[in-house]
């Protein structure tokens, strides 16, 4: 027997269907997002594409499955809401569709709207830094929170006039943590955290049923769940750069819209596929979202993984992955559900209080004093928690932070107080012509006065790893060579391995390769810190190539600062 919203009391979900049978099988039937596009026709009264369902959810919320459904206008470029001469239109479309639906009573309007390539008629350039529209009249309706809100208030009114729809939970659009392409007056950096607050603070609470929210970890590290490191952009640098993101939001949400239902709609390992291990990050994830909501008394009543199935070239499935799919079973057996565990965490309290009192009825009027303080203390203690564990955790990360501030001051040091700011050349072992190479290929090459910065790389491999096997590795890859200008080995020494004028294929992103010299420390910087050795002998390298190629201390970058998939030169020491 569904729930009368088909929802579900479990925290636990799949976006996409085809994976329930996990959560049936261990009777804790969690949620299933499907998400269809319906166009903005007035007239139309079809399923859109939803081809699994035809708009009939019954045989998931029957079996007691939450039902969450995203109605987009489209994909891509055709925009996840239309133009905005069209929301009229748009709004009747998804009353039709709702009309025509069964077993299911909770609706997202669109998705990421801070996002560009959801905004109708955009057409940007990905691999540009930063990214652009191909051409000035490319760059798509903007969907600022003002135009959402707009948007989600025409929808929201046509589903609850709807008979037998009128109390459905119509949930705004998850804001894309970390893109701040979306900019407006008032928020010139794109700041996403206020445009979430200011949309908002534009519906106010009565005029928004729910909150949907995406947050991620940049990597597959399970740590990196409960990771309070903070982005390194002054502009942003007060909010998480991994999952706790979806605390800066939750903290956005106005005082008097804290009684509203939140999901958490979308989380996977940010720019890689799912890592095919049991690490605990999805057993991690879900006692957060649990931690919080012993917490706090607004509950994030949903965690969806993103996503279950493979559909075209979204790397980001779970179907088939062992390992990922062990890590959610055994997540299902602790049976995380929103709404009750603070109840159970208070009724321990209670017992507590009860036992206190008897040990010391004898002190009266000071019992008296401790009852009018207990709200207090007990709203303080979680807090105080939190924060002895972010305190452990800055602690952890301030050693490795603290020695590349050192490198970075005695790289400045040294091109200072050089006469003239020529910074010697380093003893260097050069190997650039007796590497292997591809029997064929060759790198491009380009003037070396065309080289604009020099990008930080980690190996993943041993620090005393060898020249040649990394060249031989990247050859077996049809690489024409060595990916790396220089090596420099845990032991300190430093390998000339390509020509300055090479164009190496460092990165994902082409025009960092081309203006881009690669220099590699040999080593995973995930798991542990680079030598003293090799760290002495990056510096000055690094500080001879800023002064041959005349350049500042501002053009030196870890990979993953230009090249935001991966996470080079590791988390250890670069972004501590």
């Known amino acids: 027997m569904p729930r009368l919203l088909c929802d579900s009391e479990y ?9 329930e049978h996990l959560m049936l099988g261990q009777n804790v039937p969690g949620w299933v997002l499907i998400t269809v596009a319906i166009g903005h026709d007035p007239k139309d009264h079809s399923p859109g594409d939803d081809r699994t369902f035809w708009g009939d959810y019954r045989r998931l919320s029957d079996k007691g499955l939450g039902v969450i459904v995203r109605l987009n206008n489209g994909y891509g470029s055709a925009g996840t809401l239309p133009c905005q001469r ?58 600022t929170p003002h135009r959402y809100a707009e948007g989600y208030r025409r929808v929201r009114e046509a589903i609850h006039a709807l008979s037998g729809h009128e109390k459905d939970q119509v949930l705004i659009a998850a804001v894309a943590p970390w893109n701040n392409l979306t900019t407006y007056e008032g928020n010139p950096h794109g700041d996403w955290v206020q445009y979430f607050g200011d949309l908002l603070k534009r519906l106010g609470p009565e005029g928004c049923d729910g909150i949907t929210l995406h947050s991620y970890t940049h990597g597959t590290d399970p740590r990196f769940i409960q990771s309070t490191e903070k982005l390194r ?34 989380t996977d390992q940010g720019d890689d596929p799912w890592r095919d291990e049991n ?45 990922v799919i062990e890590d959610f079973k055994q997540a299902l057996n602790e049976r995380h559900r929103w709404g009750v565990e603070a109840a159970i965490d208070l009724e321990a309290l209670r017992r507590q209080v009860e036992e206190l009192w008897a040990r010391v009825n004898e002190l009266e009027p000071a019992i008296r004093r401790m009852a009018a303080l207990s709200p207090e203390v007990t709203r303080l203690q979680p807090t105080l928690k939190a924060l002895a564990a972010q305190a452990e955790q800055a602690a952890a990360l301030r050693q490795p932070l603290d020695g590349l501030l050192a490198r970075v001051e ?10 003239g700011g020529i910074v010697p050349q380093p003893p260097l072992q050069d190997v650039r012509t007796t590497l292997p190479v591809h029997p064929s290929q060759r790198w491009p090459t380009r003037p070396a006065d065309a080289i604009r910065r020099i990008i930080v790389h980690h190996t993943v491999t041993r620090a005393d790893v060898t020249p040649e096997i990394i060249a031989q590795a990247h050859v077996k890859r049809d690489k024409p060579g060595i990916t790396y200008h220089f090596l420099v080995t845990g032991d300190g020494i430093i390998y000339w391995t390509q020509p300055l004028e090479a164009v190496v294929e460092q990165t994902l992103v082409s025009a960092v390769n ?25 510096a000055r390298l690094i500080a001879w190539l800023l002064s041959s190629l005349r350049l500042s201390a501002e053009a030196v970058y870890g990979r993953n600062e230009l090249d935001t998939r991966v996470s080079s030169p590791g988390t250890q020491w670069l972004q501590g």
Not at 114 to 125: K, L, M, Q, R
Not at 238 to 265: C, E, G, K, S
Not at 410 to 419: D, F, K, S, V
Not at 514 to 538: C, R, Y
Request: proline share 7%.
């Open 86 to 143: 069209d929301y009229d239109n748009f709004a009747r479309r998804c009353a039709n569709f709702v009309r025509n639906s069964q077993g299911a009573h909770i609706w997202i309007v669109g998705n990421e709207p801070n996002h560009p390539i959801e905004w109708p008629g955009a057409d940007w350039d990905w691999n540009a830094v930063p990214p652009r529209p191909r051409s000035p009249d490319k760059e798509g309706e903007k969907i």
């Open 279 to 323: 690490t605990g990050w999805v057993r991690q994830a879900y006692q957060e979202v649990a931690a919080w909501n012993r917490a706090h008394e607004q509950q994030i009543r949903a965690l969806i993984l993103y996503r279950w199935p493979r559909v075209g070239n979204d790397k980001w499935y779970i179907e088939g992955k062992a390992g």
């Open 514 to 538: 081309d203006d881009g010299l690669a220099v590699a420390l040999a080593g995973n910087f995930m798991e542990a810190v680079p030598t003293a050795a090799q760290m002495d002998s990056a």
């Open 11 to 19: 925290l636990y979900g799949l976006h996409d269907p085809g994976g």
């Open 233 to 266: 952009d002054q502009r942003f640098q007060q909010y998480h750069w991994h999952f706790r993101a979806y605390q800066d939001f939750m903290q956005a949400i106005p005082a008097n819209m804290r009684h509203l239902p939140v999901y958490i709609t979308e």
């Open 410 to 419: 005695q790289l400045e040091a040294e091109i200072g107080l050089t006469p």
